[in-house]
């Protein structure tokens, strides 16, 4: 039991079956989801205690719903049923007695919603939102479980700051607008960035249709269409290639950085990989001893960032030469791109590497496919090897390794003799 919420549960020790047996599950991937489901659920259980919520009345309301769903019912508290169509109320009186219910207590409450609904704050929706969404974080790592996690407790710290700590059940238009006021005069006072203020907005806005549509709350939808306009979608800048071989790639250009730093620098030069495709590359994705050297991009405990980012890319120039000192991958950066991108770049800042505010490590991606439009591969391969999707319907397997070899080979940079 955690030390924070055991003077609301004293059980001391939490025992509950996954309900799989080992013989069905050998490989324990059903238990697995079935521990991480349970723990989801009752961690959000601790959390509502911790609420000021009484341990009673929050047992006594999940058993209500739970109780509901095993007749088919959304559950409904008895306001929402007395505010609604006459004919649902109806027929949930006509299932009791269809299943000669009605002198039990517990389906009553359960059918005729007797147990009122516990109280929902803005402080507790990241929570909730999480536990709904539990499915979906199965296959991120940490790290991306970290960052998908961020900027949502971010917005809701703001939104509390600005019209304090409300029950989401009684979030009014007027409370929207005054976050979307606070944002506007940030924005005109401070110079931030429309977009992050829109994020904030959005944030919010889907989190609370999402614990809506799940518990059937029928809140207003107080946030929509509140968006700032006049947000500039940002783009990186890319690096020439002349920039690149002469000034990044150029003898000790790049000292100063560690050796897994610098060569994921060279790989990323010559392979157009996102930082974190890069940066979690292991022994089983790189394949060294195949007759044509390549990389390919896999989920591995991680979830990609489109359905078109798994790809193989042929290991050419300065990629492979970096790979071949790193057969097993980069441990020191493997799902910490972000150190990665942040340590790169300061260094690129401090050695005058980046010629303009808009240049950063991952202008090399950009700077990737420039080249291969510059030979004029073609938009297949291009798509292909960056992971993007194509426009058209998929058939076959797609260009092969050694197709894609022959492009890159075309565009291939230079390694430094001291890599």
């Not at 238990?31 to 009752?42: F, I, P, Q």
């Not at 340590?343 to 700077?367: A, C, F, G, I």
Request: hydrophobic share 40%.
């Amino acid at each position: 039991m955690p030390k924070e919420f055991s003077s609301f549960d004293r059980r001391g020790l939490v025992r509950i079956s996954t309900g799989v047996a080992v013989a069905d599950d050998p490989r324990g991937v059903r238990a697995r989801d079935a521990v991480r489901s349970l723990g989801a659920e009752l961690e959000t259980y601790w959390r509502k205690l911790g609420d000021g919520q009484s341990a009673e009345a929050v047992l006594r309301f999940e058993a209500a719903r739970k109780r509901a769903r095993s007749f088919g019912l959304a559950y409904r508290t008895n306001e929402e049923l007395a505010a609604g169509p006459l004919d649902e109320l109806i027929a949930r009186m006509k299932l009791l007695l269809d299943r000669n219910a009605v002198d039990n207590a517990t389906d009553v409450s359960a059918v005729m919603g007797g147990e009122q609904r516990p109280a929902l704050r803005l402080s507790g929706l990241l929570k909730e939102f999480e536990a709904i969404e539990q499915q979906n974080l199965l296959a991120m790592s940490p790290n991306q479980i970290k960052k998908w996690r961020n900027p949502k407790k971010r917005a809701i710290a703001n939104c509390i700051g600005v019209i304090g700590d409300k029950e989401i059940a009684r979030l009014t238009r007027d409370d929207a607008v005054a976050f979307r006021e606070w944002w506007q005069k940030r924005i005109v006072g401070g110079g931030l960035d429309i977009a992050t203020a829109n994020k904030d907005i959005g944030h919010i806005s889907k989190m609370l249709r999402v614990v809506d549509l799940t518990h059937q709350l029928k809140l207003e939808p107080v946030f929509h269409q509140l968006r700032l306009s006049g947000a500039v979608a940002g783009q990186r800048a890319a690096f020439t290639a002349e920039f690149v071989q002469g000034q990044i790639l150029a003898e000790g250009a790049l000292n100063g950085l560690n050796d897994e730093a610098r060569h994921l620098v060279y790989l990323i030069a010559d392979t157009g990989l996102r930082l974190s495709e890069a940066a979690n590359l292991t022994t089983e994705t790189i394949r060294l001893d195949h007759e044509i050297p390549h990389i390919q991009v896999r989920p591995n405990g991680r979830r990609l960032k489109t359905d078109h980012s798994a790809r193989d890319i042929p290991l050419v120039g300065c990629a492979l030469e970096a790979m071949k000192l790193h057969p097993e991958g980069f441990p020191r950066y493997r799902d910490k791109a972000a150190s990665l991108s942040a340590l790169v770049n300061k260094m690129l800042t401090n050695k005058k590497l980046l010629p303009t505010s808009e240049h950063s490590l991952y202008s090399l991606r950009h700077t990737f496919e420039d080249r291969l439009t510059a030979v004029e591969a073609p938009e297949k391969v291009v798509a292909t090897l960056m992971g993007h999707k194509w426009m058209r319907p998929k058939y076959g397997a797609g260009p092969s390794l050694a197709q894609k070899r022959e492009w890159l080979q075309k565009i291939a940079f230079t390694p430094p003799a001291l890599i």
